[in-house]
Each structure stands twice: as C-alpha cells, then as structure tokens.
C-alpha cells in the first residue's frame, strides 16, 4: 500500500453520472408528461416523483462518499441476507404489489420499491469481497467457483419467479464478468456458459409472453399489430429523429403509441426528440463513465476495490447496453430499465449509491507505473 496516495475524487466520473441524470430528469418529464395528465391531472407527476429520488439518491451518494470504500465488507453479509429476505417477501401475497402479471415490487405507503435493484448492488459487493478474499483460490473450481454460483443460482431463482429474466440476464453477466476479472480460469467459465446457454433458452421458451418477445425481435414486422407493437412503434421513434431530433416535447410516439415510454424504452423517445446528436451524447457519457470506472479499476489500491469498481461498471455498461439494443430492436426485449434514464426510484436510488461507494474509491490511487490489481492474476489465465 505504500504507493497508494489520497486526493480529490475523479471529477469526470462525477460530471458523467451528473449528465446522465441531468439527461434522465428532461426525457423522464418529456416522455411522460402526456400519461401523466391523462392519469393524474399533472404532466410533472413523474418529473416530482424522479427528483424525489434523485435527491434521496444524491444525499446516499454524498454519504457513501464520504465513507471509506472497505468499510463496506464488514456488512457484505448482511446486505445479501437482506436480498434474499426481499426476494423472497416480493413473492408472498399481499406484499409483493403485482404489475402487469408481474410480481416484483413492494409497497411502502406512497412509494413501491424493487428488490431486485438493491440485489444488483449486494451481489457486486458479495463477488468483490468474496473473491478478494479467496485471491488465487479463485482459479479452484470447488473452492473459487462453486460458493458465488450457488449465490447467483439462488437469486436468479427468485428473480425467475417474479418474474424478470432481464435482471436475471443481468446478475448473470455482473457474477461471470467479476470471475474473470477476479482470475477464474477461462475454460471454467466457458464450460459452465456452454451449461447455463440452454438452460437460459429453456426458461426463454418456457412462456407464452417470451417467446412472443423472441418471435417478435426476429421479425417484428410480420404482426406490427400484435407481438411486434413495441418494436415497430420504438423503430417508428427512432426513425423520426434524423439527425438532430423534433425537439425536446414534441414526440408523436408518446400520446400513447409507444408502450412504456417513460420507463423501458425512453431511450426511443430520446432518439425521436434529440435525433443522432442527443444518442451520441447520451453514448458518449455511458462510455465516459464505463471508462472511469475501469480506470479506477486498474489504479485501485486492493483486489477488493477492483472489482468493485468493475462490478459497479459492468452492471450499467451491461444493462444500457441490453436497453438500448432491445429498443433498437438488435437484441429482444428483456425488460431492463435504461440506468440513470428510466423512470423507477429504487433503481436510481440504488445507482447513486453504488457511485458513491466508487466515487470514494477514486479518491485512492495506486502508482500508474505499478501492475494493476488484477493483472497478476489473470496474466496466468
């Protein structure tokens, strides 16, 4: 540690996930302001509701970041049993609050949170004390693999009954993306992909309303009435926009075209809006931001602040880019939200928290010249 040193926190990490909610709070209000008079009498009833949980999530960022980084291990226990409990009450009725056929919310009063959010948080804190712990070990396939794939097989399991196999989809990739990046063996991991491939299939083709969502991603337009309706009208949005947009409030798509304009597929509604130039920048500060974060990787101080910060970056990178290619029509619909961009509390909330962890974690670097602190052990990969 003796070429570790402190300083002020990175400011272009905190000036990308400060464009990016800056971005949220206009397209939220955009997007959403003509559902919002039709159901509530007031256009701004999502905008109050996001700046609600933005200050919520801005104060837990201001804490979290003034917290030192390693003072998170010492409650890693206790935030994963609290996930599981989560998961679990989601499920029980007459707690868990059913959306759409979904069960994956719960009530507190005024505010529905969802559990699944804050489970994305506790397993990239479980996998970087884990692994930081285990080091070398982690190449073992009982004692390195085994333990974080129980962990991860349980809650995506509980995630499936929800059901949400997009933020099932997501802890998948958080759980391999840390392994690698902790020193698993390549050959480990790409045995128990090549096992978990048809199992995802299975569960893909298991009910009516997702394989429609496949049917529809490979070709949309063949029942742009029915299984293709969200595809077709996000595309129509896309389309719109040229190369700079009809300008921020004048979408078409969002009285009432486009299904979950405000939440899964704002992304659609900014490209219509702000066009070729508002995607480049919305782009640009998504890349900004995995940028940092993988820096901040690379000059962390300890194995553990590794992978946090790769965790923390490879969930949003992951999930924005499951978004962004399910709206666009690349890839299926999964049902992630757009981080810092979607409607949802506890998403953002739980998003700020994590930049907070990692935006104290920037305030310690090691010596650039030195090797990283997970070089050593994939060098051996």
Known sequence: ??????????????????????????????????????????????????????????????????VHYR??????????????????????????????????????GPVTVQPVEATKLALVLYLAHFLAQRDLAVRDLRRG?????????????????????????????????LLYAGGARVRHLLGIGALGVPV????????????????????????????????????????????????????????????ARHTDFVFAILAEELGFAGVAILLALYVLFTARMLRLAARAPDR???????????????????NIGAVSGVLPVVGVPLPFLSFGGSSLFVLLVACGICFNLSRYTRDPNRLDALSSVQSGT
């Open 304 to 322: 553990y602040g590794a992978l946090l910060a790769t965790g923390v970056g490879t969930w949003v990178a992951a999930q924005a880019t499951m």
């Open 200 to 259: 995802a299939l299975a569960f893909a083709l298991s009910e009516a309303y997702r394989r429609n969502r496949l049917l529809a991603f490979l070709d949309p337009w063949q029942d742009p009435q029915g299984i293709g309706f969200h595809i077709v009208q996000s595309l129509i949005a896309i389309g719109s926009g040229g190369l700079v947009g009809v300008g921020i409030g004048h979408s078409a798509q969002k009285f009432f075209y486009l299904p």
């Open 145 to 177: 693999l085994l333990p974080p794939l129980v962990v991860l097989g349980v809650l995506s399991a509980l995630v499936m009954r929800q059901p949400d196999m997009g933020s099932a989809v997501v802890l998948c990739v958080i759980t391999s993306s």
């Open 71 to 108: 003072a998170w291990r010492r409650f890693t226990l206790l935030f994963l049993l609290a996930s599981f409990g989560l998961l679990v009450a989601v499920l029980i009725p007459g707690v868990g609050v059913v959306v759409n056929g979904a069960r994956r919310w719960i009530s507190l």
């Open 1 to 66: 540690m003796s070429d570790t040193r402190r300083h002020a926190p990175d400011p272009l990490l905190l000036g990308a996930v400060a464009g990016l909610c800056a971005l949220g709070l206009v397209m939220v209000y955009s997007a959403s302001s003509v559902a919002a008079l039709e159901a509530y009498g007031d256009g701004a009833y999502f905008l109050k509701r996001t700046l609600l949980w933005m200050a919520l999530g801005a104060a837990a960022f201001g804490i979290a970041a003034r």
